[in-house]
């Protein structure tokens, strides 16, 4: 049997590669109703942004933590200009790092952190960092200067798309 982290992540990569599209998934749950695993399936497929591609236990909380204080569906491991991050808000070119203690304690690491910030910086794209502390035992006010950073974002991009 296959847990629901593992067929969301399974259903998320094969949506990424071009292999299956929603619309197909849809197709398959109708055509597959009251079969085992359709329900489970159907409840991914028709959350909020959909099956979500993540590659840690960091990711997957924030996911929820997202899903639970109704935050814009972000995408997940994304390139952006010429660099991977880990939570990108495009609509408020907003970037979101999630610093977990095991890949970011090295000076090396920690260096190539700072160029990425300063390059996306340079490209107009806000980062914003944040610890698995602060994402489990400082949430609510985590999420809300998330929640400012994407409302600011947005806010800049209509003002230079009007002006």
């Known amino acids: 049997m296959v847990g629901r982290r593992d067929l969301e992540r399974a259903v998320a990569r094969a949506e990424r590669r071009g292999l299956v599209t ?18 489970a399936l159907a409840g991914m497929i028709n959350q909020a942004g959909g099956p979500v591609f ?9 996911r929820d933590e997202g899903r639970r204080f ?21 609509a408020a070119r907003l970037a979101l790092e999630l610093d977990g203690a095991k ?3 090295a000076w090396r690491s920690q260096q190539h952190d700072r160029r990425r910030d300063s390059d996306l910086a340079a490209q ?6 944040i610890t698995w502390d602060q994402l489990v035992n400082e949430t609510e006010p985590t ?14 991009l209509e003002r230079l798309k009007v002006g």
């Open 22 to 39: 929603r619309e197909e998934l849809v197709a398959y749950v109708e055509r597959h109703r009251g079969e085992p695993g359709a329900r």
């Open 54 to 62: 993540t590659r840690s236990v960091f990711e997957e909380r924030f």
């Open 124 to 129: 107009g794209v806000n980062v914003i960092r």
């Open 70 to 90: 109704q935050l814009p569906t972000p995408l997940y491991n994304s390139v952006v200009s010429g660099w991977e991050v880990d939570v990108y808000w495009p």
């Open 143 to 156: 999420m809300m200067r998330i929640g400012q950073a994407l409302a600011i974002g947005r806010d800049r």
């Open 103 to 105: 890949y970011h304690r």
